[in-house]
């Protein structure tokens, strides 16, 4: 499977974004999906992850309640919504998948077989 991230840019602290993880193939509901991110200087961490059936979902402490990961299967897109940000939050984001149903969400990098290219999200304070 193919990813192709967009949504990236640049945003006030306390503004929002909405990324989006568009999916080549038609297998898309049977894939796992996830939103991690990096920034700068720092190692790649996990933000976000929706089981295949979309009724499991995993979020980062430092992102929860502030972002929404969702997926829609008619059009093989993964999002993340991204309110209140902050400049914490300033990074790559990189969506990923992996062929599985588990109904267990992903938390961890190695446990993804699929990347997409990264988009950055800058929040200005």
């Known amino acids: 499977v193919q990813l192709q991230a967009s949504g990236g840019g640049l945003v006030q602290a306390g503004g929002s974004l909405r990324l989006s993880c568009a999916a080549s193939?038609?297998?898309?509901?049977?894939?796992?999906m996830g939103w991690f991110r990096q920034a700068p200087g720092k190692e790649r961490e996990f933000v976000a992850a929706?089981?295949?059936?979309?009724?499991?979902?995993a979020y980062a402490d430092s992102v929860k309640g502030r972002f929404t990961i969702s997926r829609d299967a008619v059009k093989n897109t993964v999002y993340l919504q991204m309110n209140s940000l902050k400049p914490e939050d300033t990074a790559d984001y990189y969506c990923?998948?992996?062929?599985?149903?588990?109904?267990?969400?992903?938390?961890?990098?190695?446990?993804?077989?699929?990347w997409g290219q990264g988009t950055l999200v800058t929040v200005s304070s």
């Open positions: 990923a998948s992996k062929l599985t149903r588990t109904t267990v969400p992903v938390t961890t990098a190695p446990g993804y077989a699929f």
């Open positions: 193939g038609r297998t898309f509901s049977s894939y796992l």
């Open positions: 929706i089981t295949a059936s979309g009724g499991g979902t």
